[in-house]
Structure formats: structure tokens, C-alpha cells
């Protein structure tokens, strides 16, 4: 397995990450995306991904790390090393902060030019902002990437996949009552599928409320599976090489 967009770089997990990583590989989880979130989580990102074989790293500003200093000069080096698989986490957040819209507008689209120039995935976090996402990006030649953690408009899932988008999915899809991801994953085609934890958050059941690791992709795993009705061992190979596909840097 593969998960795809785990947070070992930052706290609680990052003081750990030895042990995070040795329970994950004994779970199954022979594949871990770092991702980055500001200047501070890049470089960690950056030195997993160079000492352990298994992780790979993205680099990015997520939306509510804009106050940060922005080294777009570093970003763009950062992105030619060899163990960095894409350019994230980026996005729009408008459930924390609405006044900055346009200052996380402007940052999110220098960061997709900058992909599309050096011809990296992006991983986008949208909450509450996926119509305007999808807005930004629609004319976009040459870019690809995947919504991570996707449970906006379940109609939107249709037109990012239109526009060769994947689509994560995390612990949510384990909740009982959460319906929205349980039919995004639906009718989402297996092609267009990646499995996540976001670790330490959204852990799934039987941990929800508890800190989140990668160890717990299985838990998002079987409840895909289940709901496709297809054998685990089939949607391992599924979006381990969906994967691989968008991040071609994985081996």
C-alpha cells in the first residue's frame, strides 16, 4: 500500500517517526508521500525522504501557512530533487479564514504555474472552496494532480476527474454517518482513486478522535474495497500504480 499523504513530518508524529514508519511498513504500507506545508515542514519533509528508502516527499504553502516567509526561489529547487514527488499541500481554505482570500489566491496560483513550469503533480486541499478551486484551474493546460481528501460537491468530483484530477480518499470514508465521500468514492472510477491517511488527522474507525498514522491506510483500504466490491488485493495494485502514475518519481 501507498499512502499517499501522511503529516510524519510534523508533531506528534515527527518525534516518533522512526517507530511511525517501522509500524506502518509492518502493516503493509511499503510507500509513504510526506507532505509539506511550509518552509519549516518542507525541509523535514525533505530529510525523511533521504534517510528512509520507503518515504517520498512533496514541498509546498499550504493556505493557512501564507503568513509564513515565501521562498518560491527555494520552492522550485526543492522540486528538482530526486525523492520530491509533487508540489503541495496548496490550496484554498475558506473554513478557518475568509479575509485572505486574496492573498490565498495569489499564492496558490504562483504555485500552480510553478508545477506546471517544472511539470510536477499538485496536491490540493480545498475545504469549502472547491467550486472556486475548480474555477482557477479549469483552464490550466498540463496540469495534474490529485484533491486530497476530496468531500466537497459531489458533483465537482465529475469535473476534477474530467480535467485528469485523482481523487483521495482518507479516513472519512470509514465514518458511519458520512455520506458524502462514501458516494464521491462510488462513482469515481478505480483508475482515479488514491488511498490516504493525512495523518495525524482524520483517523479512521476504530481510531477516529485518536492521532492518526500510516499504519491506519489498511482501515481506508478495506472500506474502498468494500464499497467497490473489488478484492483488497486488487485495489492494492490499483492505486499503488495510480500512484505511481501521478507521482512518477516513486519507485
Known sequence: MIDTHAHINIAPLYENVEDIINKATLAGVNKIIAIGINNKTNLRALKLAEHYPQ???TVGYHPSEIADKLDFITLE????????????????????????????????????ELAIKTKMPVVIHSRNSADLIYQLIKTKKHLKGVMHC???H??????FIELGFYLGIGGIITFKNDQIVKN???KTPLKRLLIETDSPYLAPTPYRGKTNEPKNVVYVL???ANLK???????IKITSDNAKMLFSKIK
Open 184 to 186: 464521491i468514492a462510488l
Open 55 to 57: 518515504v517520498y516527499a
Open 154 to 159: 459531489e458533483e465537482l468530483s465529475e469535473k
Open 229 to 235: 466490491k473489488i478484492s483488497e488485493a486488487d485495489l
Open 222 to 224: 478495506k472500506a474502498l
Open 77 to 112: 529547487k526543492q522540486l528538482n530533487h530526486p525523492k520530491v514527488v509533487g508540489l503541495g499541500e496548496i490550496g484554498l481554505d475558506l473554513y478557518w479564514q475568509k479575509d485572505n482570500l486574496v492573498k490565498q489566491q495569489e499564492v496558490f496560483l504562483k504555485q500552480i
Open 150 to 152: 476530496y468531500s466537497e
